[in-house]
């Protein structure tokens, strides 16, 4: 796909982005969690981790190079196994309270997978053989 790589770049900025967001809100006890800030629970920081792991993979759909398509793989199924973790973490009903999942926690599950679909698809030049 001509495109491919830089799709994958717009996809792993939206996910940087989304992890700003809110992804659940908790009304009981008024707390908004977000991927940077846990609002007083014990749920961490667990957007840290995918917009470091997204800006790997926005490095390698940068780079030319095999190598980096290949190992761009490895980070993009990372990226969405933790994404799918932090949709089953966050959106746990818990002692009879349900938090309000919010749009961002959803984009970051599409992002994650598009980034996944993304390498699989790297632009790759290839050299002729002479026969």
């Not at 809110?22 to 908004?32: A, C, D, F, K, Q």
């Not at 994650?112 to 993304?118: D, E, F, P, V």
Request: aromatic content about 16%.
């Amino acid at each position: 796909m001509k495109h491919s790589q830089t799709i994958g770049i717009f996809l792993c900025l939206l996910l940087i982005y989304c992890t700003t967001q809110p992804l659940v809100v908790i009304e009981s006890r008024h707390w908004t969690i977000t991927g940077w800030d846990a609002a007083g629970s014990n749920f961490g920081q667990s957007g840290k981790f995918l917009s470091f792991f997204a800006t790997i993979a926005l490095l390698f759909f940068i780079l030319p190079f095999l190598w980096a398509k290949r190992f761009n793989m490895v980070f993009a199924a990372m990226l969405l196994a933790w994404s799918f973790r932090n949709y089953l973490l966050l959106s746990t009903c818990q002692m009879g309270e349900c938090p309000q999942k919010q749009w961002a926690l959803y984009v970051c599950i599409i992002a994650s997978a598009g980034i996944l679909i993304m390498t699989f698809l790297p632009k790759i030049k290839v050299a002729s053989q002479p026969q």
